[in-house]
């Protein structure tokens, strides 16, 4: 609850079923990373990743509302071309 939280929003709410929440694991390379001789990957520089789920809270588990979707680079190259 760090990066988009409300301050409306307390962080010890207990999640309760029918609410949502987003997992939002990222890869961020900041412009100045030592890039070595052997990567030539300058162009990636400043670049962000991230790959959200919705997870819905339910009284029988989480419940991943997006599960299905395109999440590897092999399934989304396939899905752009």
Do not use: C, W
Not at 2 to 26: A, C, F, K, R, Y
Not at 41 to 66: H, M, Y
Request: net charge negative; no cysteine; proline share 7%.
């Amino acid at each position: 609850m760090d990066v988009h939280d409300t301050p409306l929003l307390s962080h010890n709410v207990v999640l309760q079923p029918g609410m949502v929440i987003t997992v939002e694991p990222g890869v961020y390379v900041r412009r100045d990373f030592p890039i070595q001789n052997h990567i030539k990957a300058k162009e990636f520089l400043g670049a962000v990743v991230r790959i959200e789920d919705d997870v819905l809270i339910t009284s029988d588990g989480p419940q991943v509302l997006n599960k299905g979707t395109p999440q590897t680079v092999e399934e989304i190259s396939e899905l752009i071309n």
